[in-house]
């Protein structure tokens, strides 16, 4: 019915860059808060940033500074720009958001995840 598409996953060095992009696609009506997560091996799932609906943005203290999130209402999609990139940044990225599909309620939908590996 509603589905959340992750893209933008890859292999990058040390002090590089990416962009991942999250888009709501289907019977969407509304698409409220999302935001990113990401999981490593042996770790619990973590908070990375999020984005309410009018553009006001959280993030972990250990992104601060490196990462920016963003979001376009008219294509119910995220960003999430990463810049000088650690290899502790590694991990499978995810996307959550709160969506209403037509006629439905208000629920929370993950994405099926973007690997980010980060390395020499």
């Known amino acids: 019915q509603v589905q959340l598409v992750e893209s933008g996953g890859g292999l990058v060095q040390p002090g590089g860059s990416l962009r991942l992009s999250c888009a709501a696609s289907?019977?969407?009506?509304?698409?409220?808060?999302m935001d990113w997560y990401r999981q490593a091996p042996g770790k619990q799932r973590e908070l990375v940033a999020g984005?309410?609906?009018?553009?006001?943005?959280k993030y972990a203290d250990s992104v601060k500074g490196r990462f920016t999130t963003s979001r376009d209402n008219g294509k119910n999609t995220m960003y999430l720009q990463m810049s000088s990139l650690k290899p502790e940044d590694t991990a499978v990225y995810l996307c959550?958001?709160?969506?209403?599909?037509?006629?439905?309620?208000?629920?929370?939908?993950w994405g099926q995840g973007t690997q980010v590996t980060v390395s020499s």
């Open positions: 959550n958001a709160a969506i209403r599909e037509f006629g439905g309620t208000l629920y929370n939908i």
């Open positions: 289907g019977s969407v009506v509304g698409v409220y808060n």
């Open positions: 984005i309410t609906n009018s553009g006001l943005t």
